[in-house]
Nanobody
Framework: QVQLVESGGGSVQSGGSLRLSCTASFSGYTYFEYFMGWFRQVPGKEREGVAAINDGGRINYADSVKGRFTISQDKAKNTVYLQMNSLKPEDTAMYYC????????????????????WGQGTQVTVSS
């Protein structure tokens, strides 16, 4: 069983920064065997992959956030981060952390269907 708890959302002006955190508690597997990702969703739209990291540390970013967002992990703290810089109003969404204990090919890391475990979400609002 996996529990994911996100934090760090909030409201910022365009051009600002936020850092999201996702702390995981695991049973059975150790953290480094999991694939972790950040997704976002706005009402009426499908959940969109933002950034994800595989068990080897390889990362995949959505084109819309490349150069602005950075995913990182602290395995000692069982925590994955999403540093979001140069935020835009179109980044406004509910952000979710996700985890999978099953292998995910790098090209599929941003596919929400590959993930079994989800956090409750944290809201990010960017005003112009």
């Amino acid at each position: 069983q996996v529990q994911l708890v996100e934090s760090g959302g909030g409201s910022v002006q365009s051009g600002g920064s936020l850092r999201l955190s996702c702390t995981a508690s695991f049973s059975g597997y150790t953290y480094f065997e999991y694939f972790m990702g950040w997704f976002r969703q706005v009402p009426g739209k499908e959940r969109e992959g933002v950034a994800a990291i595989n068990d080897g540390g390889r990362i995949n970013y959505a084109d819309s956030v490349k150069g602005r967002f950075t995913i990182s992990q602290d395995k000692a703290k069982n925590t994955v981060y999403l540093q979001m810089n140069s935020l835009k109003p179109e980044d406004t969404a509910m952000y979710y952390c996700a985890a999978s204990s099953s292998h995910i090919w790098w090209s599929q890391l941003l596919d929400s269907h590959e993930y079994k475990y989800w956090g409750q979400g944290t809201q990010v609002t960017v005003s112009s």
